[in-house]
């Protein structure tokens, strides 16, 4: 009888402890730095109890992140668009530039002058062809 006693009374003791460590309120650590780089704070009780919200802002922060990287993708994409632009107009001017080269009479003398052709002293004459009144209503 004396060791039924005995365990009967350890574990009145151990159920007495567990339901005291259950109803104090003991104060929690302090949050510290190192404690949220490591994720430490995660474990807390108020952090546990709204768990929902920051499960909410990490996906945010995810589709935040996501929608940076399309928009960064986009602005590489425009600034290689308009660096082409640039080349197209800078080829544009050189081939207006020498379109005025070309067309300037000085520079048309010289062709002229290098495929040995002669200017004209006297302007051409136009001739002018009237049909005859006949003509159309035989057709």
Do not use: C
Request: without cysteine.
């Amino acid at each position: 009888m004396t060791i039924d006693k005995q365990s009967e009374f350890t574990t009145k003791q151990i159920d007495y402890k567990v339901a005291k460590r259950t109803t104090t309120n003991r104060p929690q650590k302090r949050l510290t730095f190192i404690d949220i780089i490591k994720g430490n704070f995660l474990n807390r009780d108020e952090i546990k109890i709204h768990y929902k919200y920051f499960l909410l802002l990490f996906i945010l922060m995810m589709a935040m992140i996501y929608s940076n990287h399309l928009v960064n993708k986009k602005i590489k994409i425009v600034n290689a668009l308009k660096e082409e632009t640039e080349e197209y107009k800078s080829r544009n001017a050189y081939a207006q530039s020498k379109l005025i080269k070309v067309k300037m009479e000085s520079q048309l003398g010289k062709e002229v002058a290098r495929d040995s052709l002669m200017t004209l002293e006297n302007h051409p004459h136009k001739l002018l062809i009237k049909l005859d009144s006949t003509d159309a209503k035989a057709k």
